[in-house]
């Protein structure tokens, strides 16, 4: 019985050093603050400036710690990101920075965005 108990024990510790994750994300405004836009509200994802006249209005900050079994990408960050242009009242992303580095045991992944906001004519 022991012995059952030793190993259910190891397989719990095990699965949760392999799954321990933890995510941080913010934005702070360039100049004036906007209203957010709705929850779930659809942000342009843009790897290059749009031809719309446009202006920077935040900075975007996804941080993701993971442990060395588990990586991290850009997709794993997207809904963060795009939540923090939601609350920011952005319509698209731009200017995406990803840095990667790793700490013992512990994987860091960050991106860096730039929030902007169509102007009307």
């Not at 019985?1 to 994750?21: G, Q």
């Not at 900050?61 to 960050?77: G, R």
């Amino acid at each position: 019985m022991k012995t059952i108990f030793r190993v259910l024990v190891l397989v719990f510790l095990v699965v949760d050093v392999i799954s321990c994750a933890t995510s941080q994300s913010h934005y702070s405004f360039f100049e004036a603050s906007y209203p957010a836009k709705p929850e779930g509200c659809d942000v342009q994802i843009l790897y290059k400036p749009p031809l719309k006249p446009f202006k920077y209005i935040s900075r975007l900050d996804v941080h993701l710690e993971k442990t060395h079994f588990i990586s991290s990408s850009l997709e794993d960050a997207l809904p963060d990101l795009k939540n923090q242009a939601c609350l920011s009242g952005a319509d698209a992303i731009i200017d995406i920075n990803e840095n990667a580095s790793m700490v013992g045991e512990t994987k860091i992944f960050h991106v860096t965005a730039k929030g902007i906001r169509y102007l009307s004519k």
